[in-house]
């Protein structure tokens, strides 16, 4: 529910990209720094509050299940998806 | 046509089976395929019901309402504009929540909706068990249980919409809560009350948009300067308000409402999850942890690429023999007619030049059925995602992958839907450069190309040579869209996000029509454009003809020897002769090939062309080739055919050519696997972006061709090749 400003993720905030192989975590909001193209997460199903799998995170893209299906995103937008 | 009854539009996520549900409704073939985004453009079918025709209609699929691309737009669009009498939302029922998004978005629009629960033959294993019934009742519409790709359950769906109880637009209203309600509601009263696009979109359904920050929305309305500026001051002021006490944006507070209206739904009994099923017994992912492994991953990928043209190879020979056998039959048939104009029309243009395209269909068919295997089964998906990590580093993302292997980055693709599937990515700059990038790769016309010059110079390995080439197309797709990145069209590179579909056993029936509907796209092309550009080029290098002049004197040479003929009777000496009197023939026939239009033309500019090797002939072939690339081969058939008179295998006769040698074969494979793309594609270049960039691809591809087939020749000559 929650959108933070970019100076919260700034440090010790765990984002997508910082979850390992086979870790499941919530979503707690998405932060700023990457504007419109957020809406398109939400509209894929990353909304804050949802439950999120990650598949792979190998250094390139990260795979992830969310709501049941599995997205591919870029690390600048895992950055952007804040997690607790 | 008769006159359709009703229209009906079928929308829903990427994916979802719309097309395949388009296509068991109308009995068309529209490309199907196991990833998102294969549709782009709107199609048009007719479905004979009880009730009368019915006009349906198939969308690109969107996540949202929210116009993001260019095929989400044409999804939009269609439905505001064209106000269908209702619409079929199709939707993949193993990820149900995430495809009512879009639903509730339909229904604030106001559109008549029927659900099509799709691919429910998957909910078992998946351990999800749907009331239909249930959803039905509570969301208020027609919901039909769809197995597309069976046809199940598709008639019943099209005759609910139909029947559908709202026979109008009615938009939903749904709460978004204390926060935005007040502030919706004021502004929806001044949209409504200034009469603002009324006939289009609803004013609350405006007001949302205006929220959700959609561009597209907000452009339309600074047509009204001060109604613009009222909305923007109050959707700054929710902004602020949002961002102050809930830390949020009331684009997100909007799709937390519409997510909640939906689990408020399902929560309801409509959705039952067996958890000892789900999760990790997920066959896609046991398979994924191998296929798209970090490391073994992409060996496995290249693996299969090599593996492809491995077989297609084999397999293909057999057949390519056949045809080839038929067309010199067809030949040597057409040969029994008097010599003239007509007979050097049939065989030096008709069957030569369309032989030599069709003879190539069994390989491209066996190549075709590969691909579609791939695209089918989900592992195209893999690809763009494993590829993602390297295209970063050249400007590019994951997105770009799928543009470049429908373009042919697996040989035999085609780069006009090439082109048309970069529509999906959304950052222009990105998509710039895919589509200025995709024509690299190995298309299907360009295949007998390479074909043809491997048999010549490397037999037995055609296989590796085809490869070669086609790690060739990408790596010079890479450089050249680096080059435009860090020049022309320099930025940062944008986010990007794609659905893995799930990986599906591809049914052999879907298979063999799609390898089928590709084969005969390309047969027909052949019969068709290619035959009528064979018969141009053909007239181009018949005439003018030879003067009189120049003729004569062979002919005088040629009637003596005849003579000579007719009195010898010694097996030698009439050996000798009749050598002679065929080098002679030779020489007519390029004396004539040099003097017609065609050959002044790849003349005149040979002597720069010389630089990469390639001789005038060569150089009408490749003019052809701006046409359709299928042209090369039948030119180069054609000019062969035309300046040599023993009917050899066409491999070996090129082989055997003045003026031919490896580095000269090396050097044509790469510019025609880079030079300007086929005018069909510069038009779809020009559609996507403009007339300029269009100009520009044709231009840019050629001279980066020609650069590095020049680099090629000369380096293959010094060493000797
Ligand atoms: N198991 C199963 N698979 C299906 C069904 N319907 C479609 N598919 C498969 O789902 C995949 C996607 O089908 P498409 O018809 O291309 O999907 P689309 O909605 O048109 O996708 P876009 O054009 O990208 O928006 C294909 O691999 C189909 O074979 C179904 O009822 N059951
Ligand atoms: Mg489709």
Redesign the interface.
Known sequence: ?????TKDTADGVRTLNDLKDGEKAVVR??S?S?G??????????I???TEIEM??N????L?V?V????????R??GQAVVVE | MSEAIATIALAGNPNAGKTTLFNALTGSRQHVGNYPGITVEKKEGFVDMPSGTVRVIDLPGTYSMTAYSQEELVARDFLVKERPQGIINVIDATSLERNLYLTVQFLELGIPVTLALNMVDALESKGIRIDSDRLADLMRLPVVRTVARSGLGVREALQAALTHPRQSWEPLFISYGPDLDPVLGEMTKLISNAGFLADTYPPRWLALKFLENDLVVRQLFEADYELHRRLRDMADEVARHCEKTLKTQPEFLIADYRYGYISSILRQGVLTVMPDLQGRADLSDKIDAVLTHQVAGPAIMLAILYGLFSVTFTLGEIPMGWVETAFAWLAELAGKMPPGLTRSLIIDGIIAGVGGVLGFVPLILIMFLGITFLEDSGYMARMAYMLDRVFRIFGLHGSSVVPFIISGGIPGGCAVPGVMAARTLRSPKEKLATLLTAPFMACGAKVPVFILLAAAFFPEHGARVMFLITLAGWAAALVAAKMMRSTIIRGPSTPFVMELPPYRMPTAMGLVLHTWERGWQYIRKAGTVILAIAVLIWAMMTFPGLPQEIAAPYEAEMAGIQEQLQAETGEAARGELEASLAALERRLKEEALTHSLAGRLGQAIEPVTAWAGFDWRTNIALLGGIAAKEVIVSTLATAHSMSDAENTDFAARIAAAPGWNTSVAVSLMIFVLLYSPCFVTVVAIAREASWGWAAFSVVFNTAFAFALATATYQLGMSMGW
């Open positions: 529910m929650f959108f933070c400003k909001c998405l700023r990457q419109c193209h957020l809406s398109k997460l939400t509209a894929m199903g909304t804050p509050g598949l792979s190998s250094g390139g893209p795979l299940l709501r049941s299906s599995r997205l591919c995103l870029c600048s937008l």
